[in-house]
Every structure is written in C-alpha cells, then in structure tokens.
C-alpha cells in the first residue's frame, strides 16, 4: 500500500514540475514587471495591514459613539475574518479561471466600498451597519489576499519567489507598525476617518492596478466553475465557524447555534463526498497529494491557532493590567511588528537558496519562546522584558511565514497557483477565527463584563476591579500557555516536510 501511495505522489510530484518548468519559461515573465507588481500588492497589503491596527485603537469610540454592545464590536472583527476565510478558496479558483488583475482589482473596488459604508455607519442602527461594512470589506479583502500571493509567485522567476514574498511581507509589518499612530491620530477628528481614509487610497490602487498589472501566466481555456463544491463549501465553512464563534461572542439562542453547527458539518461532509468526483473542482484535493504542500499548509494552520489572538490579549493587557490607554498601548505593540519587518524579508530571500525545511521550524521555535515568556508577564514586568517577548513572537513568525508561504506556492503549477493561494489563506484564516474563539474566553470568560468595558473603554488599569484583575491575570497566563503548546505543535509538523 505505500509503495502505490508513494507512486501516485511522485506521478503528481512530476506532473506538477513539468507544469512549473512550462510555465517558468513563458516570455512574459520580465525581470521589469516583477518589481511593478510587486508596487501593486504592496499598496493592497500596506492598506489592509494599516486598517487592521488602526481599527484596534478605534473601537472604543465606535463602541460608544454608535450606542452598540460589546460583543456587537467583537462581530465587526469577527465578521471581516468569517467573510474572508469563507471566500478565499473560492477567490483563488476563480482566479485560475478568470485571471488574478481582473479579480485583485475587483477587490480594491469591493473594500474601498465597504470602508465607505463602515465610515458613514449610523447610532440608531448600533453598530449593525458597521459590521455590514466590515463584511463588504471581507469580501475586498479575501479577492486581494488571494490573489495578491498569487500574482508575486507568478511575477517572480523561480529562485526569487522568496525575496518578492518576504518584500511584500514589508508592507504589511509596516503598515501595522503604523496603524495604531494613524488610527490614534484620526481618532482625534472623528474615528471615521479610519475608514474614510481608504476611499482615495482604494480608488489610487484600482487605477494603478488598471493600468500596471497585467497576466504573465497563460490560464488554461473552457475552464468551468464548481458551483455545487462552493456552494457546500461556503455553507459548510459558514456554518461551522459561524456557530464556534457564537458559542465564543453569543447573539444567538444556544438551539439556533448547535442546528448552524450541524448544518456546517452536514456541507462540509457533502463537500468531501463531492469533490473528488467533480471534474474541475473548487478545491483541488490533488494537491494535497504533494507532502511539502500539505505539511507547510498544516503548520500554517497550527501557527495560525497559536497566535491569532495574540495581539488582542496583549492590547487588553495593556490597557489593562498595564494601565496604558488606547493609543500608547497601540504604540508599545511596536516591537512585533519591528521585529516582522526585519525578519520577514530576509528569511524569504534565504528561502529561495536553502528552502524553509529549516527556516520554518526555526522560526516557530522562536515564536514559541516569545510565547512562553508572555505566558509570565505581570503587571509589574519592566517594558524591555515585554519587549523581548514581542519582538521574539514578531521576528519568530517571520522568519517562518515568508518560507513557508514560498514553499507552498512553489510546490504547485503556474496554473493552480490561485487554487492554492486560495487554500492557504483559507487555512490562515480559519487559525486566526479558532484562535480567538479558544484563547479569548480562556482569558475573559471569568472577568466581569464591567471589568472588560472598563479596560476596553478607557483603558488605566482594573483598579476599580481587583478580583477581576487577578482572574484576568489567570486567564491570560493559561491563553499564552496553550499558545504556547500549539506553536511548540506547528514545530514539529514543519519539521517534517521534505525538503525544499
């Protein structure tokens, strides 16, 4: 038996590298338009990344500007992330199918509207059509990511994927280092601007994505799409993700998110009935044939897990425990975002002459350390300690993402590389939800929910709340520890790809 499965992965191994080597020698791969594309990714990654910091240090005063809930201002995060997770296997197909510039530019139209919705949002609708232009903004934003991955693997020559990779990761460490300084001082007008901001950025990075981008890889002709695998997928990803993180965030009664639960998983077990038998499926399970490409995916999935909500513990523990307000409790995040920026280009580049069969678990192992030491912070930690921990997390996650993405990418054809752009995004995603829906009521599940608007509102510290600020403290600590012993996890699965 595993001599044949051995067989089958090397016929699928071959075929993909022929596909590789076709699609490297095509003319329309210039060493000109590897950095032009790279100019078109990086305004898309700089404008995500910066209104993802940004947000952070805003949301107190949309909480109390728009009379909405807590856990109404937990869903505008949370609904960006479900929309994106559930789109980005469908984006990266139909990429393949109908090009990455038609759809990367669609998505740069689709988020600078939502951004125009989510700025003009109304109190007497509290919060509700905040979250829907968060949700347009998801849809934006899983037709940039995918195919802004996609569109650098293809530009660069095979031996610079790495470099472009990494450079691309500059952005958007950089665009988080900037965002709680552009967050906080937008705020100061009106915290709309947060939003409003995007709108001539967005209509900029349209025009020159029109004007630059076009498609180096030639796409296969009558393709089709898999309509019944997207449907039973987006209903089966919605339905399951959507009802762990009721169980996290509750709106619902509990019987309505047990039965969206069991719908998710009826789609979901339908979905992996079905896609083998399609044709031209939306996922191709076939490339999960290739070892490198599933290991690397798994160990995104993991590392996802592991850190997803990292940075959310660490603003609340900041404005908490730490007595920092909003804006300085954004500001002192910077180490893991300096640390990301210098690491993450460079170990690209190192990728594209070792591989990530090292840089990869390297870079978690760091991670993981960071991880355990904030698993001991206390309210009395000096800054530079805390600051080591961060920059650990920040320069660990690094040096393995960078690798691990131009292992993925470069394991597959020209071809499908939107299909698989699309399942790593996905993948990412899908970590980044089940990291907050474990490790945040770890952390606050215990903490009076005035002790949270206390801490979420106005920051100062949990003064006024010392039995809350104790079981917060608890919390936290078991959170960075099962952070910890996931990331410790994802590890070893990297270890364990071939090389590359």
Partial sequence: MSSSHS?????????????????????THQNSYQWIALSVTTVGALLASIQGSALLIALPNILTDLHATFFTIMWVLMGYLLITTVLTPVVGRLGDIWGRKLLYNTGFAVFTLGSLVAGLAQPQLHGADMILGRVIQG???????????????????KGQVGLGLGVNQI?????????????????????????L????????????????????VQLKEHQHIDWLGSITLAIGLTGVLLALTMLAFPLLPTAVTYTILVIGVISLVAFAIIEPRIKEPIVQLRLFQHRLFTLANLSGLLNGIARGAVLFLLIFFLQGPYGQDPFRAGLLLAPFGAAFLLIGPLSGRLSDRIGSRLLAPIGLAISSLGLLGLATVAPTTPYWLLAIYMALMGGGSGFFASPNTNAIMSS??????????????????????LSIVIVFPLALSAVPIQAMMQVFIY????????TALALFMHGLHTAFLVSFALSLLAMVVAALRPAH
């Fill in 412 to 433: 597959v054809s020209p071809q499908t590389r939107g299909a698989a752009a699309g399942i790593l995004s996905m993948l990412n995603n899908t970590g980044q939800m």
């Fill in 171 to 195: 952005a958007g460490a950089a665009g988080f280092l900037l965002g709680p300084i552009v967050g906080g001082l937008l705020t100061l007008f009106s915290w709309r601007w947060v939003f």
């Fill in 459 to 466: 920051g100062g510290g949990m003064s006024q709340f010392p």
């Fill in 7 to 27: 067989s089958s992965s090397d016929v699928a191994t071959q075929s993909m590298q022929q596909d590789v080597v076709s699609a490297e020698s095509l003319p």
């Fill in 139 to 157: 849809v934006g934003g899983a037709l940039l990511m995918t195919n802004s991955t996609a569109i650098v693997t293809d530009a660069f020559r």
């Fill in 197 to 216: 901001i995007n709108v001539p950025l967005g209509i900029f990075g349209v025009l020159w994505g029109i004007w630059r981008l076009r498609e180096p």
